[in-house]
């Protein structure tokens, strides 16, 4: 069942005037003997969700994915998850709060999750860089995953981040070197990896813990190079409603784009009105999906993985001869 947010996008106004007059009935004394009628426009608002969210443009989904009641790393992680237990640091520098890491239990498999975090406060979003990762926190992450592959145990990264942060302190402290030494060392771990990009996947932040076995979207991400506000600023040298919208459409960002051009395997779908609308069902969804990819990819040889992941990324971006 959808529901209310906190936050209403855009396109959502139409909605959102049916959710005020459910709630309008629902705090009504009598609200008992309205059950008919709140019925009606519940299924009503269902409807032109369906409808609003069945004709969405990229600049849309963006949005969407941004939103600021979508669920994130650790919301995914209370819900999925039994016998959670976080690790920390680098070993190097500190750590870093925008890529969490740590060991626990989804489904019927011990795995360890890697996933960003983006903050939901003020002062949350501010420790975790608004999910921006630091070299450190790269480095936390392959750690833990070199960890998880000493002991055979499947990883899988919630991968949701506009891009790793692209300050001085975090260049001075290797943040190009970071990211290539995980693409290197993913691409050769002999356990199972399944990546997911649940909200955000920004260019060499994404791809810093996403190479992967099967890399999947939820229905409502985005994933691309840059973000639709970058390559405006590029291409047109200001970024706003309408160049971010052309940009959006341009990149090919949305997980239909990407499925259909081959750079995920999958999309996976969310409850009517997005994740935001309905957490608990898209926390669902996410655990079936993950159950069901590792007992897949558990069934491979470790070397099989290590070949069938190498071949994967070759094959992005190749062209058929004429």
């Not at 019925?39 to 409808?51: C, H, I, M, V």
């Not at 079936?288 to 470790?302: A, G, K, Q, S």
Request: include cysteine; charged fraction near 25%.
């Amino acid at each position: 069942m959808s529901s209310a947010t906190t936050t209403t996008l855009p396109f959502e106004e139409p909605v959102r005037d049916l959710e005020r007059q459910i709630e309008s009935l629902v705090a009504r004394a009598d609200a008992d003997t309205l059950a008919e009628e709140i019925a009606s426009l519940r299924d009503n608002r269902d409807r032109l969700l369906e409808k609003v969210y069945g004709s969405l443009s990229p600049w849309d989904i963006v949005r969407i994915a941004r939103h600021p009641d979508r669920p994130q790393t650790p919301d995914y992680i209370h819900s999925i998850c039994r016998d959670f237990r976080e690790l920390h640091g680098d070993r190097c520098f500190g750590d870093d709060r925008s890529i969490l890491t740590g060991f626990g239990r989804i489904g019927p498999y011990k795995v360890l999750i890697v996933g960003h975090q983006k903050g939901r406060t003020t002062e949350e979003r501010i420790e975790c860089n608004f999910g921006c990762g630091h070299p450190e926190g790269y480095r936390k992450a392959l750690k833990k995953m070199q960890l998880a592959a000493k002991y055979g145990l499947p990883i899988v990264t919630f991968i949701d981040t506009p891009g790793a942060y692209p300050g001085v302190k975090a260049e001075e402290r290797g943040q190009a070197e970071a990211i290539a030494v995980n693409l290197r060392e993913m691409s050769r771990l002999s356990t199972p990896i399944l990546s997911i990009v649940i909200g955000e996947g920004g260019s060499g932040g994404a791809l810093g813990i996403g190479v992967a076995d099967r890399v999947d979207m939820l229905q409502y991400a985005w994933y691309s190079v840059i973000s639709p506000e970058g390559c405006a600023a590029i291409l047109w040298k200001e970024a706003n409603e309408q160049t971010n919208s052309s940009a959006a459409n341009s990149l090919c960002l949305t997980a239909e784009d990407n499925l259909r051009n081959g750079i995920v395997d999958q999309v996976i779908p969310e409850p009517v009105g997005a994740a935001h609308r309905d957490p608990s069902a898209a926390a669902d969804i996410l655990e079936r999906h993950i159950v069901d990819r590792l007992r897949e990819l558990t069934r491979f040889n470790p070397r099989t993985l290590v070949e069938r992941r190498y071949e994967r990324f070759r094959q992005i971006g190749a062209v058929a001869p004429a």
